[in-house]
Nanobody, 122 residues
Framework: HVQLVESGGGSVQAGGSLRLSCEAS????????MAWFRQVPGKEREGVAD???????TYADSVKGRFIISRDNVGNTVYLQLNSQKLEDTAIYYC?????????????????WGQGTQVTVS
């Protein structure tokens, strides 16, 4: 079992930056691939970025060139740097682990989720 705790959300003006953190604890063998998703009311959870243990990453087209995912394997923490933020980046951001295979941007392929952290861009 893995516990995920996100932090770093908040309010920012368009064009600004935030950094989200997700600390994992418990059975960290499930954290070889971790991802960030986001969700707004009435819409499905959307994959934003993922990263594997070796640092290989993938980004959704909507955030490519603006967001950066990174990880600290010693501290079992994954980060998401949100730069050049747009109004449409407003969402609750979730950290995910326990990837079971398939598309890295499909929420159903992850077994563990954090509680989410709100990001509001105005």
């Amino acid at each position: 079992h893995v516990q995920l705790v996100e932090s770093g959300g908040g309010s920012v003006q368009a064009g600004g930056s935030l950094r989200l953190s997700c600390e994992a604890s418990g059975s960290t063998w499930s954290t070889w691939c971790m991802a960030w998703f986001r969700q707004v009311p009435g819409k499905e959870r959307e994959g934003v970025a993922d990263i594997d243990f070796d640092g290989r990453s993938t980004y959704a087209d909507s955030v490519k060139g603006r967001f950066i995912i990174s990880r600290d394997n010693v501290g079992n923490t994954v980060y998401l740097q949100l730069n050049s933020q747009k109004l449409e980046d407003t969402a609750i951001y979730y950290c995910a682990a326990g990837f079971a295979g398939g598309s890295v941007f499909r929420a159903a392929n992850y077994g563990y989720w954090g509680q989410g952290t709100q990001v509001t861009v105005s």
